[in-house]
């Protein structure tokens, strides 16, 4: 129902219409929370401004699980159908196209519909031509879940998908470094990038450790190039 609503929604827009001014200042939603509701994390960036928001007034709503719930499930759908993420990021959405696709992604999203903040946040991003961000706002959304739980997410970057042993082997290892401090839970995610060519890439929040071979034999060339 709602990838229809966005592709009529396509279709109806009209593509010289003008974009409307864009809000300056973000509404705030979340307001004065308790101390224990400040994001775990400092984020940057419009998506992190609106997911610390978001994090503060769940916290104090007590509904911090059932956002995180909504926001994966939103950001699976948009994954999925990627017209949809073109139509919500058009400039030339009107109010009643902004209107429908709001209530639409409610409908879709399972628990979306009967939780405040969620609503609160889709009709901001809506009035502020912003609804292209939802799916940057989930993702880090969920690093302030991660870091609210305790969890330390390590990204191994591979040329091909790595099996279930090599993860399990790999994810032992970073267990066991000194990257991991005790009481942190360790989350490992690989992620598929055909340039590293082979080797790993792992990054553990800030700290980045480059085994690729794209990087060796970038470190050789410039050996050479120094060396003429």
């Known amino acids: 129902m709602l990838s229809r609503t966005a592709v009529s929604i396509a279709r109806a827009a009209n593509p010289i219409a003008p974009r409307a001014a864009v809000i300056s200042s973000l509404r705030t939603y979340a307001t004065a929370a308790a101390a224990d509701a400040k994001p775990p994390v400092a984020l940057y960036g419009i998506d992190g401004t609106y997911a610390s928001s978001l994090y503060i007034a769940s916290a104090k709503n007590s509904t911090l699980d059932t956002v995180d719930k909504s926001l994966k499930s939103l950001k699976t759908l948009l994954d999925k159908d990627p017209k949809l993420t073109s139509v919500i ?14 209530a639409e992604i409610q409908k879709a999203v399972p628990g979306a519909s009967g939780d405040k903040n969620f609503k609160n946040l889709l009709e901001v ?55 991991i401090q005790q009481g942190q839970k ?41 060396a003429l």
């Open 89 to 102: 990021s058009s400039p030339t959405l009107s109010a009643s196209d902004k209107s429908s696709l709001v």
């Open 125 to 179: 991003l809506a009035e502020n031509n912003r609804l292209g961000l939802l799916g940057g706002i989930a993702e880090k959304f969920g690093v302030l879940m991660g870091a609210h739980r305790g969890e330390v997410e390590a990204t191994i970057t591979s040329a091909q998908a790595l099996d279930q042993k090599t993860i399990g082997r790999l994810e032992a290892a970073i267990g066991k470094s000194k990257y």
């Open 186 to 226: 360790l989350k490992v995610v690989n992620k598929v990038n055909p340039e590293v060519l082979g080797g790993l890439v792992v990054e553990i929040g800030d700290r980045t450790i480059d085994l690729s071979v794209s990087s060796k034999i970038a470190k050789l060339n410039k050996l050479l190039t120094d």
